[in-house]
Every structure is written in structure tokens, then in C-alpha cells.
């Protein structure tokens, strides 16, 4: 993924803390007749593995499942806050001769799957709807399945952890530009999509006039 230095993420629990928040990624793996896509939810393990873990399930009648059965490259890409950077909320000074842009954090997890068996797979799916349904009001739980609500299931559903070998980071947040005109678009964006402002605010906050 091209990127510049000044992108880089302020640290490896921002990056692990847009995949935990983001929890859906598109998922690309190679196969032989070309590039294969799914979009799957996904539950980190911080602790495994050098870069972590993650663990996902698909249905096994998708023809991606056989991929990732094979243990094939796959790539897992999270998105974060992102947005359109219009130059109408840069100062004029005298002109507003920036270009627009888009600003956006993105990670992008590689690796070789490696397929789970169906006790694997039955505990992955609960850990997922814990993550899922944690602090709702009302939340569901597995066991509203009913007997055998469970067992009926799996057989049609492959659980695989993916060891991330290698973890690409990109938070693109106005870091590049003037910082006035980064300055205009933060104070815009705290209106309409504070995320995103919040995430440029931390990113340039240590850049000085």
C-alpha cells in the first residue's frame, strides 16, 4: 500500500483499536482464477501472534471457503473514519488554492489462513456475538437458538484464524497539508462527522504554526 511517513499510525493500539471498532473488513484472497472477495465480520486476538490474530467464519458454499481451506494469501482490509475534504472550509489566504481530497484510515492485515474445526468454529461464533451484542440493551445471546439451534448450523459454516504476518497502516488525516487548511477542515468536520475531526485533531496535533 503506498503511503507516505507522515501517515503512519500514532501507535500499534490505534491500529488494533480501528480493526476492533471497525469489525467488518473485505477480505481478498488469490486463487487460481484470479482474485476471490468476501466481507466478514472479524474478532481480534491482540495476544496472538507477533501482529495478532484474527478470527472470522464464512459460509462453506462459498467458493471462497475453498481458498482459505488451502491456507492461500489473503489480505483483510479495515476502514476507519473517512471523508471528503472540500477546500471550501480552508481560509482564504488570499486564495483557497489547495485541491480537494479525501481523507481515511485504513489497515490492511496479510496471511495465510488456517481453517478451524467445527468446536473452533462454534466458540469463535459465541465470542462473536458476545463482541457484538456487548452493552446493548436487551442483548441477544446464542442459546436463544434454542436446542440444537447451534449444531444445526455449523456444518455449513468454516470458522479460520489469520495470523497476520504482516500489518499495513495508513491514517491519512491532513498531515501533508498546510496546517491552517487542516485546521479549517477539522473545525468543519466537527459538525458533520466528529470522528473524523477527532481523528485529524490527533494526527496533527504535535505540528506547530
Known sequence: ????????????????????????????????????????????????????????????????????????????????????ISPSWYPRNPVRDSAPTWNFAVVHCHGHPVPLDEHATARHLLQLVEVLEKDRDDRWRMRELGPGGMERRIPGIMGFDLPIGRLEAKFKMGQDERLYDTGGAIRALEQSDPALAAMMKAHNAYRQD
Request: aromatic share 8%.
Open 1 to 84: 500500500m503506498y503511503s507516505k511517513p507522515e501517515f503512519a499510525p500514532l501507535s500499534h493500539d490505534e491500529v488494533f483499536g480501528l480493526i476492533e471498532a471497525a469489525a467488518f473488513a473485505a477480505v481478498v484472497t488469490a486463487g487460481p482464477q484470479g482474485l476471490v472477495v468476501s466481507h466478514l465480520p472479524f474478532v481480534l486476538d491482540r495476544a496472538r501472534g507477533e501482529n495478532g490474530t484474527l478470527v472470522s467464519h464464512l459460509a462453506r458454499a462459498n467458493p471462497h471457503s475453498t481458498l482459505i481451506s488451502e491456507g492461500r494469501e489473503t489480505v483483510a482490509i479495515f476502514h476507519g473514519p473517512h471523508g471528503y
